[in-house]
């Protein structure tokens, strides 16, 4: 099973940059040794179950608690059965369709 989880997070009361926060999340994210991907948007992680997905957020939030009051999480979460290395996979399909 393949769970993709695409999130952001965010302490809302740092400024108009937050990469200093967001760059403490990736660092739990990268010791995970879970697949992922930053974009500019946000990271994309992936996990066997949604257990793990659910598991990455809420390690993520009590990373930044401590530097806010206020922390804004978006997250989409797509579970397949009998896939894995979607991360990568999803991305290869398209590329190959256009060209």
Do not use: C
Request: aromatic content about 8%; proline content about 2%; cysteine-free.
């Amino acid at each position: 099973m393949s769970a993709l989880l695409s999130f952001a997070i965010f302490p809302t009361s740092k400024g108009d940059s937050v990469s200093e926060y967001v760059s403490k999340v990736i660092k739990i994210i990268s010791k995970s040794n879970y697949p992922y991907k930053l974009n500019a948007m946000g990271t994309v992680v992936e996990t066997e179950t949604v257990s793990e997905a659910l598991d990455v957020i809420q390690k993520s939030y009590n990373i930044l608690e401590e530097f806010s009051d206020r922390v804004y999480i978006t997250a989409n979460i797509d579970v397949r059965k009998g896939k894995t290395g979607r991360i990568k996979s999803k991305v290869d399909t398209i590329n190959k369709l256009i060209g």
